[in-house]
Every structure is written in structure tokens, then in C-alpha cells.
Nanobody, 119 residues
């Protein structure tokens, strides 16, 4: 069984920063890619950022230059550093991974962590 546990969400003022973490555990042979998605209030879930095992990254246009995704392969953990936060960044943020488990590459989601940007 694979588990993803997110942490680091909360309430922050516009212009502030937060760092999200997603720790994984379970029978993971390797993690191919890790990413963060978000679901703003009343909207569909959308990609925020993703990173491959060799460090290639991809960002949504709305967060480029403000957010940075990184991963620690030894700890199977992914991070999202969020700077210059805006009210429109308010959303539930979800960790997502593609992992090889018992010979299969499968997709897993975390439970989500709330990020609220408000004064």
C-alpha cells in the first residue's frame, strides 16, 4: 500500500510564502514523477507543477517565477515552495505521484491540504 501525506498548508497573507511537503511511504520500487495539483473553490483540479526523477520540471503559467518544485529522491518526498502568494492561489493542493509498485507503474493522490491566501 502506498501512502502520500501532505503538510504545510494554511492561511497566509497576500505576498507571503508557504512550503508544502509530500512524504510517501509503502512498497514503492521507484517514483517516476511527482507533482502538485490544486482545486480552487468552484473550479476543476489543475496542474501546478511537476518534476521527473532526473529533475526536469514543468509549471503552470500562473505560478511560473513564484513557485518552485523540488524532490528528495532518497526520502521519496516532494516539496512546493510558494512565494508571492496571491488570493487566486487559494485552493486545496494535492500531491500526485507516478510510482512503480510490484512491477506496475501506478498513479497515487494525497488527501489534499488547504492553502488560503487572504488578508
Amino acid at each position: 500500500q502506498v501512502q502520500l501525506v501532505e503538510s504545510g498548508g494554511g492561511l497566509v497573507q497576500p505576498g507571503g510564502s508557504l512550503r508544502l511537503s509530500c512524504a510517501t511511504s509503502g512498497s514503492i520500487f521507484s517514483i517516476v514523477a511527482m507533482g502538485w495539483y490544486r482545486r480552487p473553490p468552484g473550479k476543476e483540479r489543475e496542474l501546478v507543477a511537476e518534476i521527473t526523477r532526473d529533475g526536469r520540471t514543468n509549471y503552470a503559467d500562473s505560478v511560473k517565477g513564484r513557485f518552485t518544485i523540488s524532490r528528495d529522491n532518497a526520502k521519496n518526498t516532494v516539496y512546493l515552495q510558494m512565494n508571492s502568494l496571491k488570493p487566486e492561489d487559494t485552493a486545496v493542493y494535492y500531491c500526485n505521484i507516478w510510482a512503480t509498485v510490484w512491477g506496475q507503474t501506478l498513479n497515487y493522490w494525497g488527501q489534499g491540504t488547504q492553502v488560503t491566501v487572504s488578508s
